[in-house]
């Protein structure tokens, strides 16, 4: 029933390429059948409407045909994948799940019955409306994680009008509501859904080069390393014809680097939340930070510096946690913009903000000077507390090639700073690292000093 529009697309497409796993071609015909199969399955199982399923898989032909069975039976889905593993315990207290269905990297299914029974007043909503349900776990990197509860079928609205057919990467996670984006407008458009086994550069531009991949959804992070260790000259990425980012701030040096290299590549900035889904963007152009977001059944506004969003498709609330959205259905998105000719440029989540003094520094301003700096990998702008003018600016760097003298680098670094920043943004703390600067999401993981 629910799925009723995407099942046409795939009658359509029957002998197109559905998903691409471990260099099997697996067309839409299997798909529909895989899907019809698993309503058999979930039927013997006693899994029903409203029944809340945890659901730990990455992308696969089982996991893809299974996820969309349990939406059209109107089950409550909570994925989870294994990046998730240090909190699976706690994810799925919290989810109340009632059936536990694991998905293991042979793309064989496990399903056992949890304690239950799930209770939550979101819940009930969702039953009485005979709707399916989505529950989506923030990162949890500034706090406890937030279990978001969707309606999935306000969700997939957006994806009934027919739009570009893409052979697409999964790049972004099972569990996170760009690649849940990723995967239901791939195949609602007839397109071809490209997993990758790990996340890695090479899996990654591989996986480009033999399946002739159109788009490639990656963060910030990830292309910034592409472009760092030149991957992409090991592989024949011609067949690209967009990369999409975002998840978190791209820093312009990464932006203009991408658009000399790829000048053919249409480079589109993607907005969205775990709490409103992603939103329809357009880029002012392909080497621009600026966008306008929005789309059918999204509103936009922006209130002293920062975005809010009203959102048809916006959850129902979080599991655990007071509901962030005003009594007229808005939320704070917490992300501080710049506005100019209808166009939107993200600074950054004011969470990480560095008050200097009663002065505002955007770490990606600092990190975008300090970028350009020969020798540098990565770099990662935090505030840490002082007690005489609040914050003072710090980075934590990764170099290319070890320096001789890190001393001698950091006051290059604080000079080149200088240069280039007024006084109160030149980073006082100069930490070189060997760690890892970002997650397994590659995403930076930005930190405030103690």
């Known amino acids: 029933m629910f799925i009723d529009f995407l099942k046409r697309v795939f009658q359509e497409n029957a002998r197109s390429d559905a998903i691409i796993w471990l260099d ?22 006693n899994i029903n409407e409203g029944n809340v399923v945890i659901l730990e ?11 969309l069975s349990l939406l059209d039976r109107g089950c409550i889905l909570v994925p989870l994948t294994s990046v998730a593993a240090a909190k699976r315990r706690e994810f799925i ?7 536990l269905m694991t998905i293991d990297r042979d793309d064989e299914v496990a399903i056992r019955p949890l ?10 909503n969702l039953r009485q409306a005979h709707h399916p349900g989505l529950v989506i776990f923030s990162s949890g990197s500034t706090g406890q994680s937030k279990a978001a509860v969707h309606d999935l079928s306000f969700l997939l609205e957006k994806f009934k009008a027919q739009r570009h057919k893409y052979r697409t990467i999964t790049f972004l996670l099972y569990d996170h509501i760009g690649g849940l984006n990723t995967m239901l407008y791939t195949l609602a458009n007839g397109g071809c859904l490209i997993t990758v086994h790990d996340r890695s550069m090479d899996s990654v531009l591989k996986a480009v ?6 788009l490639l959804p990656a963060s910030p992070t990830f292309l910034n390393l592409m472009l760092l260790g030149e991957a992409y000259k090991k592989y024949d990425c011609s067949s690209l014809k967009r990369i999409t980012y975002g998840t978190e701030p791209m820093p312009e040096t990464t932006l203009k680097r991408l658009h000399e290299l790829f000048p053919a590549v249409d480079l589109l900035q993607t907005y969205g939340l775990s709490e409103v889904g992603i939103l329809r963007s357009k880029s002012k152009s392909s080497d621009s930070l600026w966008l306008k977001i929005g789309g059918d059944g999204f509103e936009t506004q922006v ?7 009203k959102a048809k498709s916006a959850m129902l609330g979080y599991l655990n946690a007071e509901s962030p959205m005003t009594a007229d259905g808005w939320l704070d998105t917490g992300d501080m913009v710049e506005e100019e000719d209808g166009y939107l440029k993200i600074l950054g989540r004011k969470s990480e903000l560095i008050n200097v003094g009663g002065q505002k520094v955007f770490p990606i301003e600092v990190e975008n000077v300090i970028r350009q700096m020969d020798n540098v990998a990565e770099a990662v702008v935090y505030g840490e507390k002082n007690s005489i003018i609040g914050n ?11 320096e001789p003298n890190e001393r001698d680098f950091v006051v290059r670094l604080k000079e080149f700073c200088r240069q280039r920043l007024e006084p109160y943004k030149v980073p006082v703390k100069v930490n070189i690292v060997q ?16």
């Open 24 to 45: 099997k071609v697996y067309p839409y015909q299997w798909l529909l059948d895989r899907v019809h199969n698993w309503d058999d399955v979930l039927c013997r199982e």
């Open 57 to 67: 898989a990455d992308f696969s032909p089982n996991a893809t045909a299974l996820f």
């Open 93 to 99: 207290e919290i989810a109340q799940g009632e059936f």
């Open 115 to 124: 304690s239950g029974p799930a209770r939550h007043i979101l819940y009930e």
């Open 209 to 214: 080069e033999q399946n002739k991949a159109e």
């Open 303 to 309: 209130v002293n510096g920062i975005l809010h969003i």
């Open 392 to 402: 003072i600016v710090c980075v934590r760097i990764n170099l290319v090639e070890d």
């Open 435 to 450: 760690d890892q600067l970002y997650s397994q999401r590659f995403k930076k993981q930005r930190i405030m000093g103690p």
